[in-house]
């Protein structure tokens, strides 16, 4: 079944596995999943992904990560940009998320980004999501 927003449906789908307590959760690859993958892990949100090579699609699996008594890592996920209403962001409009508790996934010229990595750099781009 094709989907019109691939990010929105990683993002529901990281959502309902943490909500049912799963350790890891499969869906389609695409560039960008993966990269928005590396960020959660890079920032601690996620413990480890990897690709699946299964016919007729390679699939990403995300092994989720949580603290003690099981609470999850990632205590929420908000999509901002979506394809009916993009939303840009100059160098200078970075939003901060909870005061720094969370991250900005930005898309750049210069591939995809935390907002913080994007404020240090000078670039904007669009706002793809806030984790935290």
């Known amino acids: 079944m094709p989907v019109t927003d691939p990010i929105a449906d990683m993002l529901t789908r990281i959502r309902n596995a943490q909500g049912m307590r799963h ?11 993966l990269g928005i993958a590396r960020i959660l892990k890079d920032e ?8 699946l090579r299964a016919q007729p699609r390679p ?4 092994h989720l990560a949580y603290r ?13 940009s979506k394809p009916g209403l993009r939303v840009y962001v100059g160098k ?11 991250i900005a996934i930005l898309s750049t010229s210069w591939g995809l980004k935390t907002g913080r990595e994007a404020w240090r750099q000078g670039v904007g ?5 806030y984790v935290w």
């Open 59 to 62: 699939m990403l699996r995300v």
């Open 125 to 129: 781009g669009e706002l793809l999501c």
């Open 92 to 102: 200078g409009e970075i939003p901060r998320v909870y005061g720094g508790l969370g």
């Open 68 to 80: 003690e008594g099981r609470e999850p890592a990632i205590n929420g996920l908000k999509r901002i």
């Open 44 to 51: 601690g949100f996620i413990r480890d992904f990897d690709m």
């Open 23 to 33: 350790d890891s959760l499969v869906m389609p690859v695409s560039k960008i999943k």
